[in-house]
């Protein structure tokens, strides 16, 4: 009577992550894949991070899986990527803006920042992957810098003059599509690379 | 009219929260609780990762904020645990047992030992942390000797006696509950430490 629940529901899903996707915009998705490369080459070991949700409710309709009916997205109190890259610990957080001169800093959360500060201090690389998507552009933004940023209270964005000075263009490419372990090669391991 | 739905809510999921823990156990609260302490004492940068969880549909009640009315839990793809300390990636997965004589290694997951042999050869610290509930004893087992019991297809479970033998017991006490990373530091950065 039921009919195949299962197949139905995958499809469901199937779309609703494509709209869900379209809210994450295509920086996430460029991320996600880069990172499927890296871990499938052996080159890196980085996840996102499952998206924090308060579970309120859930029921066990007959004999299938639990079945989440009330929950709420939390702000996340960590940055959404990490993982290990060449033994070290890698954190990075990815943001988009639309606009063409700026990027607010009103759209990092103050624990993002503050996670990143920890990162720092325990030994780790972090960053933040910003992409200016009116002009298709990722930059990786060392992390020291962003905090002195967001520390200043003069200051209420990273101007797109001051991310191209102060960023690193992450090359782009179809596998992986966002290559920012050559910018991370540069910048953390101290190494002359040629194949830029 | 509406009255304070917020507050309301929050009860709620204080309860349900407790209900889950049940299911998670005391394990997975005393490593929250000892992450906590680290993380607070700067000693390391360890979190649980969020419970990954499809999400199939959203509601947007009224002027409130999301609610997610219909989602499942998904296999975890990695580790519950990983983070930073001294310098250095730390990944682990937390289980718990109330036989008194072995763990069923069919309790973790295939992807989670694939992904601990990932975390040792990317040159990060991998471990179980397992708890034999009925002695009220968990242990640190390095994961290259779990990958092995794994691997050895004439072996389906970890003996009581095994993990004694191979594995460290955790002390315990208030503050932090489990101090896991004083065997960390014995085990994996070849230091004498005297007060154990």
Do not use: C
């Amino acid at each position: 009577m039921i009919g195949y629940p299962t197949k139905k529901r995958k499809q469901q899903t199937a779309n609703v992550s494509l709209q869900f996707n379209r809210r994450g915009m295509g920086l996430e998705e460029d991320i996600n894949q880069s990172n499927a490369y890296f871990r499938e080459m052996g080159i890196a070991l980085i996840y996102k991070k499952p998206t924090p949700v308060q579970i309120v409710r859930v029921d066990y309709p007959m004999r299938s899986r639990a079945k989440i009916v009330e929950a709420y997205f939390k702000t996340p109190s960590t940055t959404d990527y990490n993982g290990i890259y060449r033994g070290k610990p890698i954190d990075f957080e990815a943001k988009q803006t639309s606009l063409k001169t700026l990027f607010p800093l009103k759209d990092v959360h103050e624990h993002q920042i503050e996670h990143l500060r920890r990162v720092l201090f325990h030994g780790g690389i972090g960053f933040l992957l910003l992409r200016f998507s009116y002009y298709d552009e990722t930059y990786l933004i060392d992390a020291k810098k962003v905090i002195a940023k967001y520390d200043d209270p003069s200051t209420k964005s990273l101007t797109y003059v001051w991310v191209k000075q102060e960023g690193h263009l992450v090359p782009q490419s179809f596998q992986p599509r966002l290559h920012y372990l050559k910018i991370v090669d540069t910048l953390y391991f101290e190494e002359v690379t040629h194949d830029e």
